[in-house]
């Protein structure tokens, strides 16, 4: 997608459903799938094909379209390649302009952040919807336009590496309770999730948003998901088993409270551990829970450890560090 970015984007024209990291491709977005905060309006990344080559088992190259070898046509998304090897795909494009402007606005309340959502994706006047929930009642629902003309003061190159994680920058929405606008260059809009892989960096690198990092080392991120997958070992493949999710979902709109609400229950991101290299804003009683503390305590007691030294909680609390 990067590179379709690159050359169409140039030229003054946009695919109408374009996922956000650099490094998806066309085979796989229709041979898996893909969507994008304009899938409201188009679809998924399927819908804006209008045909396909394969070559299939018995070597034969077969052309597919919605009225030559239909069957096949509609059976190519999805299939991760079983049915074929995808080697050439028509798809519709539609012009670009400069821009796309952005509205931010917080939002409190699971019903109100689905009825939001659901109200924002209906209408046929924005090109972009997107919604980031942050906890179980409070989100940033996010609605763009394509535009050519920029408020000065306002334009967000969101995609120079030296920027925020765009997911915490539209976190700061949410904490500091205010709407805002933002014009965005298209292609920086497009990739607003490249930096950071969505959210995943911060668990590969969790000090990478800190001002100094992005200034120093923003331009090496992201690493390579494919190098990282290489390159990890048997151990942290099998720690990411146990301690990780990351699941993508679609999820009728009708469903989405109770979706969210599920997610929230059976997949509650609060239970993991915290790193203890990062604010502290539990009680003593909240942060042993994290951890079975019976060998620590009983070599504190053992080694002659409390007048000595501090317990950890109390060199990492709040009141430690502030």
Not at 70 to 90: K, Q
Not at 110 to 138: H, M, P, Q, T
Not at 274 to 282: G, P, S, T, V
């Amino acid at each position: 997608m990067g590179q379709v970015t690159a050359l169409l984007n140039s030229i003054g024209w946009t695919l109408p459903v374009l996922p956000e990291l650099d490094d998806l491709t066309v085979g796989g977005l229709i041979m898996g799938t893909g969507i994008e905060s304009s899938s409201h309006n188009f679809g998924l990344f399927q819908h804006i094909c209008t045909a396909y080559e394969l070559v299939l088992a018995d070597g034969s190259l077969v052309r597919c379209t919605p009225t030559e070898n239909s069957d096949l046509f509609y059976a190519v998304p999805w299939s991760c390649g079983t049915l074929g090897f995808l080697v050439a795909a028509e798809i519709k494009i539609v012009p670009a302009k400069k821009y796309v402007k952005l509205n931010y606005t917080p939002v409190r309340g699971l019903e109100k952040i689905c009825e939001r959502f659901s109200r924002e994706s209906k209408k046929k006047d924005n090109y972009f919807v997107e919604g980031l929930v942050y906890s179980a009642d409070e989100a940033v629902i996010m609605t763009g336009v394509l535009t050519d003309e920029a408020q000065p003061g306002q334009v967000n190159r969101i995609g120079n590496y030296w920027k925020p994680w765009f997911f915490r920058h539209v976190e700061s929405y949410l904490k500091n309770n205010r709407s805002g606008t933002e014009y965005i260059p298209l292609r920086h809009y497009y990739h607003r999730h490249t930096k950071s892989i969505f959210w995943e960096l911060q668990d590969i690198i969790p000090f990478g948003n800190h001002p100094l990092f992005r200034y120093a080392f923003g331009w090496m991120v992201p690493p390579k998901i494919s190098l990282l997958k290489l390159t990890q070992g048997e151990t942290i493949r099998k720690l990411y088993e146990q301690h990780h999710v990351v699941q993508d979902m679609l999820v009728p709109m009708k469903c989405l409270q109770r979706a969210i609400d599920v997610f929230h229950k059976e997949i509650n991101v609060c239970i993991c551990f915290q790193m203890l290299y990062a604010d502290c804003y539990m009680s003593r009683e909240e942060f042993w829970e994290m951890f079975d503390g019976s060998l620590y305590q009983k070599l504190r007691q053992k080694l002659g450890c409390k007048n000595a030294f501090p317990e950890v909680y109390d060199k990492i609390c709040k009141a430690a560090r502030h």
